[in-house]
């Protein structure tokens, strides 16, 4: 079926891992977005992409990485993980800048 | 630089009665203005946007919102709400990156 899916849904990692959330969407939108949902803070933007291997910071990209080596994934990495960054992360999708994003379900991380 | 703020983090309100959620935004070029959706244990989906033309924009669910120039605002209301509207609402707006809200919580009661 067409749609924009994440996994894991659910992970727990220690302090310090290297962990990867995977984003696949099914539409060749060229718009691709990394949102982190945290209690008090809503969404917050981590990196986006307007097209493959072009990718821009958000309001938040401080240890995290991305990449879009083909339109439809866009993975976030986080390179040496931390507590602060047990969230909920959501990756989306849109044909262009009007802000129509379609969201994925959802990928909930817990940092020890 | 924009910014949007939604004045109510948590709404209760008793089924059949209607219900507005408040949100302002600030920005120093057009934007477009959004309404989003989360259910539990869901993505957000989209409600209704306000592109341009007529500042009545219609969602789905019965939703509406008027769009407010002068007050920079941008208000969602139903006039009359049903057990199943209890989510969790985002305003959103956009001059290039979407930038949301902090969200209220809509709870319906019996």
């Known amino acids: 079926d067409a749609g924009i899916t994440q996994s894991p849904r659910y992970k727990i990692t220690e302090t310090g891992r290297q962990v990867t959330l995977m984003c696949h969407q099914t539409?060749?939108?060229?718009?691709m977005f990394w949102y982190r949902q945290d209690l008090g803070h809503g969404l917050r933007l981590i990196y986006y992409?307007?097209?493959?291997?072009?990718?821009d910071k958000g309001e938040v990209p401080d240890g995290y990485v991305v990449s879009r080596s083909k339109t439809e994934n866009f993975p976030l990495t986080l390179e040496s993980a931390t507590r602060s960054q047990t969230s909920v992360y959501f990756c989306?999708?849109?044909?262009?800048?009007?802000?129509?994003?379609?969201f994925g379900e959802g990928s909930r991380l817990t940092v020890l | 630089a924009q910014s949007v703020t939604q004045l109510d983090s948590q709404v209760p309100v008793f089924e059949e009665a209607p219900v507005e959620l408040r949100c302002n935004y600030s920005?120093?070029?057009?934007?477009?203005l959004f309404w989003y959706v989360q259910y539990p244990n869901q993505g957000l989906q989209l409600l209704l946007k306000?592109?341009?033309?007529?500042?009545l924009v219609k969602g789905i669910n019965g939703f509406e919102a008027e769009f407010n120039k002068s007050q920079t605002s941008f208000h969602l209301r139903k006039p009359s709400v049903h057990i199943s509207d209890t989510a969790e609402y985002f305003c959103?707006?956009?001059?290039?990156?979407?930038?949301f809200g902090q969200g209220t919580e809509l709870s319906v009661k019996p």
């Open positions: 959103a707006i956009t001059g290039g990156k979407l930038i």
């Open positions: 306000y592109l341009s033309g007529s500042t």
């Open positions: 989306a999708s849109s044909e262009g800048t009007t802000g129509e994003l379609f």
């Open positions: 920005s120093s070029v057009s934007v477009y």
């Open positions: 539409w060749s939108h060229s718009y």
């Open positions: 992409s307007a097209a493959a291997d072009i990718t």
